[in-house]
């Protein structure tokens, strides 16, 4: 009966190691670099495009909106970049300063990112944002620097897993059917002994 629980109690450990969610690994953060043309769409959205390098090469369309804050001397907002390989969500904020006797704004601050789909999921950083905007000509264009991390590949849940944990996993196994080798060595030694029992 003993060794019967410490079969089930090994078994039960494994499948629930296989069967748990793989939390992905996060990658090195790595430098990125993002440039950012738009155009305004409203008083508080403009649509463009982008093109990344660094961390990651993608591009693709440019959305976002804002909103001005401070009596005008701010601005905060969240860019939403479509790419081929997934969509990354940021946010951002920043002083505003005027040049060219109000004619340009230039902006410069900080950027987050909030959420990623695609081949971004997972992904997280941030950095520094400096965007020029010609109000007479409705353009803007931006530049964001800094580091971001990628989640690392991670295998689907119930799917055999890489390095410590997969070394974990199969110690797991081999140990559980050790388990198993040695209630039925036991079992079979059991049989034989209440044989020879009413033999004699």
Same mark, same amino acid.
């Given at each position: 009966?003993?060794?019967?629980?410490?079969?089930?109690? #090994?078994?039960?450990?494994?499948?629930? #190691? #296989?069967?748990?969610? &793989?939390?992905?690994?996060?990658?090195?953060?790595?430098?990125?670099?993002?440039?950012?043309?738009?155009?305004?769409?409203?008083?508080?959205?403009?649509?463009?495009?982008?093109?990344?390098?660094?961390?990651?090469?993608?591009? *693709?369309?440019?959305?976002?909106?804002?909103?001005?804050?401070?009596?005008?001397?701010?601005?905060?907002?969240?860019?939403?970049?479509?790419?081929?390989? *997934?969509?990354?969500?940021?946010?951002?904020?920043?002083?505003?300063?005027?040049?060219?006797?109000?004619?340009?704004?230039?902006?410069?601050?900080?950027?987050?990112?909030?959420?990623?789909?695609?081949?971004?999921?997972?992904?997280?950083?941030? *950095?520094?944002?400096?965007?020029?905007?010609?109000?007479?000509?409705?353009?803007? &264009?931006?530049?964001?620097?800094?580091?971001?991390?990628?989640?690392?590949?991670?295998?689907?849940?119930?799917?055999?897993?890489?390095?410590?944990?997969?070394?974990?996993?199969?110690?797991?196994?081999?140990?559980?059917?050790?388990?198993?080798?040695?209630?039925?060595?036991?079992?079979?030694?059991?049989?034989?002994?209440?044989?020879?029992?009413?033999?004699?």
């Amino acid at each position: 009966m003993k060794t019967l629980t410490i079969m089930g109690l #090994f078994a039960a450990v494994a499948a629930l #190691f #296989f069967a748990a969610p &793989h939390r992905a690994a996060q990658a090195a953060p790595d430098n990125v670099s993002i440039s950012v043309d738009m155009r305004l769409t409203g008083q508080t959205s403009a649509e463009g495009t982008f093109t990344a390098s660094g961390a990651f090469g993608d591009s *693709g369309a440019a959305v976002e909106t804002f909103q001005m804050a401070d009596g005008g001397s701010s601005v905060q907002g969240s860019k939403t970049l479509r790419g081929s390989n *997934g969509d990354i969500v940021i946010s951002f904020s920043g002083s505003i300063t005027p040049l060219e006797g109000g004619a340009k704004m230039q902006v410069a601050g900080t950027w987050q990112v909030t959420s990623g789909t695609g081949a971004y999921a997972g992904i997280v950083g941030g *950095g520094q944002v400096n965007t020029t905007l010609d109000l007479a000509a409705g353009t803007l &264009h931006a530049d964001y620097t800094g580091d971001v991390s990628l989640a690392a590949a991670s295998a689907p849940a119930g799917m055999p897993r890489t390095g410590a944990a997969d070394n974990l996993a199969g110690w797991l196994v081999r140990l559980a059917l050790a388990a198993v080798a040695a209630g039925l060595v036991l079992a079979a030694r059991g049989r034989s002994g209440r044989r020879s029992a009413l033999g004699n």
